[in-house]
C-alpha cells in the first residue's frame, strides 16, 4: 500500500504562482511513476504531469510551460510547482503513483484561481 497525501492548495488570483506537495509513506519502494492529475465537476480526471522512477518527466502539451514537477527523495515529497495561473486552472489537484500495476490517489487538493 501507497498512502499520498496533498497539501499546498488554496484560493489564488489570476497570474498567481502556487505549488502543491505530495507526501508519500507505506511501501514506496519501487514506485514505477507518480504524477498530479486534475479534475473539474463533469470531467474525467487529465494529467497535469508525471515523472518515472528514472526521472523521465511527462506533460501534455496544454500543461507546459506553466506546471514544473519536481520531487524530494529524501523527504518521499512530490511537488507541482504551478505558475502564471488561469481561472480555467480551478480543479481539484490528485497526486498519484503507480507501482506493480496499481494506482494509487490522494485524497486531492483544491485549487481555485479567482479574483
Known amino acids: 500500500q501507497v498512502q499520498l497525501v496533498e497539501s499546498g492548495g488554496g484560493l489564488v488570483q489570476p497570474g498567481g504562482s502556487l505549488r502543491l506537495s505530495c507526501a508519500a509513506s507505506g511501501s514506496i519502494f519501487s514506485i514505477n511513476v507518480m504524477g498530479w492529475y486534475r479534475q473539474t465537476p463533469g470531467k474525467q480526471r487529465e494529467l497535469v504531469a508525471s515523472?518515472?522512477?528514472?526521472?523521465?518527466?511527462n506533460y501534455p502539451d496544454s500543461m507546459k510551460g506553466r506546471f514544473t514537477i519536481s520531487r524530494d527523495n529524501a523527504k518521499n515529497t512530490v511537488y507541482l510547482q504551478m505558475n502564471s495561473l488561469k481561472p480555467e486552472d480551478t480543479a481539484v489537484y490528485y497526486c498519484?503513483?503507480?507501482?506493480?500495476?496499481?494506482?494509487?490517489w490522494g485524497q486531492g487538493t483544491q485549487v481555485t484561481v479567482s479574483s
Open positions: 515523472f518515472t522512477a528514472f526521472g523521465t518527466t
Open positions: 498519484t503513483a503507480l507501482k506493480n500495476g496499481v494506482q494509487y
